[in-house]
């Protein structure tokens, strides 16, 4: 996510670092620099003309000469404007009613339906009773789709055969209020802007249901696209926000950066992924500081806090102090990696690589990480409790049964060995043992982690560009 454009305003940042002073040449030619680089990223050509010159502004004041590190001060400057554009603050969706109503709109092909299906979870998750309506009437098999996707998150879809849109939205409203349940999701047909009959239509719907939330879904690849049409959405909706999808190819974040500025209406979500579980809030500081490759190591460990099972981890706190780590203790700990995110996402969150990131490197890890596993998927439980078992013969079952060589099950078992070795030297100081409460629990995320970090490290060094 926003890669080229990280990787361009790092080079920039390294340019202002190498100057004692900022003066109005160097600030010319690093301005000139973050032009080229959002006219790249297709950001609105009106919203880099603020930016820059409220970044100007600003890196030209007597505070800023004055300084004595006008580089880092620079960086604050772009940081904090960054953060503005993109819209200051978390804008959490607002569903209070009986039920609380939200709409999604969108035009075909931006995935919206499937973000129905992630928002019916992401409010699940939160202790709410989502009901899914099925409103799109148009598209084949939408219908269909939607119920789909209700049965994979067990979240009942409701529909109403030869019915209009606006009677389905009013028919499920009753049946939410009958059996109870406090938030109704609207999949309406995905049109076109210009389609003045079907944009009459989700009139209608609004001001029968007056929905809480008018959320426009929107993919954030098309660029200046995707910001044109949030505007004309909200010229005849009003929108409440937008959730943009496809957020983990989006290697420019154009349409992110323009669209709150050109609209006035704030990304509340955002999709990262194809899973049912890959929607997430949208955070401008935390997005910001992604974008200049200082990496978002709050959302990694509240990632981190979701998937790492509290019972597991003390299983593994035991094992680490008495340094009884084993193959599939690993393996374990790997397929933890997996559900945090992919290499990438994870990599990308870690401070000082932002757009450096090698994509080669990445793919290799990538494709080592199923190296690994199917090695390890392919040993004998007690093979994997106790590698010393794996003599010659068993490494050529192994490899065979992997699909791999016996050069990369040999690998695999040396590399083992030498975490190991780390392991035992690091239980003996003390570090996997004592505390209680809160911060014990802070010290098994924190140790886990480390571990990971470790494993990654050793078995996928990255390069950089």
């Not at 401070?351 to 998927?377: S, T």
Request: proline residues 3%; positive net charge.
């Amino acid at each position: 996510m926003f890669e080229s454009l990280s990787g361009r305003f790092q080079d920039v940042f390294h340019k202002i670092w190498g100057h004692g002073k900022i003066t109005e040449e160097n600030i010319s030619e690093a301005l000139r620099e973050v032009r080229r680089a959002m006219l790249e990223a297709d950001v609105n050509l009106q919203v880099i003309k603020g930016l820059v010159a409220r970044i100007k502004e600003k890196a030209l004041g007597q505070e800023v000469l004055k300084s004595l590190s006008p580089g880092q001060v620079f960086i604050k400057i772009v940081n904090d404007e960054l953060v503005a554009l993109l819209g200051g603050e978390h804008e959490p969706l607002k569903y209070n009613g009986s039920p609380g109503i939200i709409m999604l709109a969108g035009l075909q092909g931006t995935g919206k339906t499937t973000t129905c299906g992630k928002l019916a979870k992401y409010l699940h998750k939160q202790g709410r009773r989502p009901l899914l309506v099925a409103a799109d009437i148009y598209r084949p098999a939408a219908i269909q789709q939607l119920i789909v996707l209700g049965k994979q998150i067990n979240i009942p879809v409701f529909d109403l055969p030869d019915a209009k849109p606006v009677e389905i939205c009013k028919a499920a409203l009753q049946e939410a209020k009958t059996k109870g349940y406090d938030t109704l999701i609207l999949d309406t047909a995905g049109r076109l802007h210009i389609d003045e009959v079907l944009m009459e239509e989700l009139r209608e719907i609004r001001a029968e249901l007056n929905p809480h939330e008018i959320l426009l879904v929107v993919d954030a690849m098309v660029g200046q696209d995707a910001v044109n049409m949030a505007k004309a959405f909200n010229d005849v909706l009003e929108l409440t926000g937008i959730i943009m999808t496809k957020m983990d190819g989006d290697t420019r974040g154009g349409a992110a950066l323009s669209v709150k500025e050109v609209t006035g209406k704030p990304i509340k979500l955002i999709g990262m992924g194809e899973k049912l579980d890959a929607l997430e809030n949208f955070y401008p500081e935390r997005i910001a500081s992604r974008i200049l490759g200082m990496g978002d190591v709050v959302s990694l460990v509240e990632k981190a806090q979701e998937v790492v099972d509290e019972d597991e981890a003390k299983r593994l706190e035991e094992k680490l102090r008495k340094a009884n780590f084993t193959l599939e203790d690993f393996l374990q700990q790997m397929r933890q990696i997996k559900k945090i995110g992919s290499l990438e996402q994870i990599i990308g969150m870690i401070p000082g690589i932002g757009g450096k990131l090698d994509r080669d490197a990445i793919n290799a890890g990538e494709k080592q990480l199923k190296v690994i596993e199917a090695i390890i998927q392919s040993m004998t439980p007690d093979e994997r409790s106790n590698p010393d078992l794996i003599n010659a013969s068993r490494r050529r079952r192994i490899a065979k049964g992997s699909g791999n060589t016996v050069q990369e099950v040999a690998q695999l078992l040396k590399q083992f060995q030498e975490m190991q070795k780390m392991i035992k030297k690091l239980s003996g100081t003390g570090l996997f043992g004592g505390g209680g409460g809160k911060s014990k629990k802070n010290m098994l995320r924190k140790q886990q982690m480390n571990s990971m970090r470790s494993a990654m490290a050793k078995q996928f060094p990255m390069g950089r560009n």
